[in-house]
């Protein structure tokens, strides 16, 4: 049996670094040279039978789903948004899920969902905090300190201008008049020299420039930079969570507040050194920052993901190693 890993279609615009980073995750526990399998169209798939861990946010086309019968999956850090549950979660589905249990779910949210619905599940974190092996050696980490995609939900003249439609939308939910907010809560975090110091990185970048092979090269770029960092802040969690993994100081700006994006980090949000702003942009945090993030600013990682981290390899090892054992046989 062959091993499959996932890709991910495109937005209009744009597309994701962060998905391909969540498939480096699982690639890591390949032992051959995987087939991809696009994630939202795991339901057309009839290649030949693959083994498949199937880690990230379940799907974006409510109307391909379920997977394959040729596709054997792993359920680990799976994660059903509440905006697809509704659709994903009719009997077919929940049968094919029963047949998998247990779920190994990216948060507690999603363990919720699927419990209420009679299913095994139980809150595995996510596969990116098994990519410690990015870490380097501490005497090759200089003085870089990367802002990832900070406050990277809050309306911005681009989102809100795209087309005429979303135009109408911002003015309607009252997005056009808070345009400027992400600077003003930034200026309220991270101190001006900070910002001219630092070195900028975004996961969301133009539609059609790469392709997959050069997807998955600059996602690994983007890792081994991060691995000789000196601190990391960003809003993106598959940039804090690799992080973690790698032992890199790093804090999480957290300004989310729809059910969208907050049910997403049930669970994972407590694994952060954090800063939460609300809708009024107070701040608070949660590892005794005094004033604003500078050069100088020291963070010690929590630690509570490590029991997440051995099982997770664990799972994914032994998932693996029993096709190994099958073929041997």
């Not at 942009?281 to 920052?289: A, P, S």
Request: aromatic share 10%.
């Amino acid at each position: 049996m062959k091993h499959a890993l996932l890709s991910y279609q495109e937005g209009e615009r744009t597309f994701n670094l962060g998905d391909n980073v969540q498939s480096l995750a699982a690639r890591q526990f390949l032992k051959k040279d995987p087939i991809l399998i696009d994630r939202e169209r795991l339901y057309h798939y009839a290649g030949d039978e693959v083994k498949l861990i199937m880690n990230g946010w379940f799907t974006h086309n409510l109307f391909n789903w379920v997977p394959s019968k040729t596709i054997h999956p792993l359920f680990v850090s799976f994660h059903l948004n509440s905006s697809a549950a509704p659709f994903l979660l009719n009997d077919e589905s929940v049968a094919y899920l029963k047949k998998h249990e247990p779920i190994g779910c990216r948060d507690r949210f999603t363990v919720k969902l699927l419990k209420e619905k009679g299913v095994e599940a139980y809150f595995s974190g996510c596969m990116t905090l098994t990519l410690d092996n990015y870490k380097v050696d501490d005497s090759l980490r200089g003085d870089d300190i990367y802002i990832v995609d900070p406050f990277y939900n809050y309306p911005t003249s681009t989102s809100v201008t795209s087309s005429l439609r979303q135009f109408a939308r911002s003015i309607i939910n009252g997005d056009v008049f808070k345009i400027f907010r992400k600077n003003r809560d930034l200026k309220k975090i991270i101190h001006p020299d900070l910002f001219k110091k630092a070195k900028y990185k975004t996961q969301v970048l133009p539609k059609g420039t790469l392709t997959e092979a050069e997807k998955f090269t600059l996602a690994e770029n983007y890792l081994k930079d991060y691995a000789k960092a000196k601190l990391v802040i960003t809003s993106r969690i598959h940039c804090a969570l690799p992080c973690l993994a790698m032992g890199i100081p790093v804090i999480f700006i957290n300004g989310f507040n729809s059910e969208v994006d907050t049910c997403r980090f049930d669970g994972i949000i407590n694994l952060f050194n954090r800063i939460d702003v609300d809708d009024n942009g107070r701040c608070t945090n949660n590892f005794n920052l005094n004033g604003l993030i500078t050069a100088d600013t020291m963070v010690t990682n929590l630690s509570n993901h490590l029991p997440i981290v051995k099982d997770l390899k664990e799972t994914c090892t032994s998932f693996i190693e029993e096709l190994k054992t099958r073929e041997a046989g």
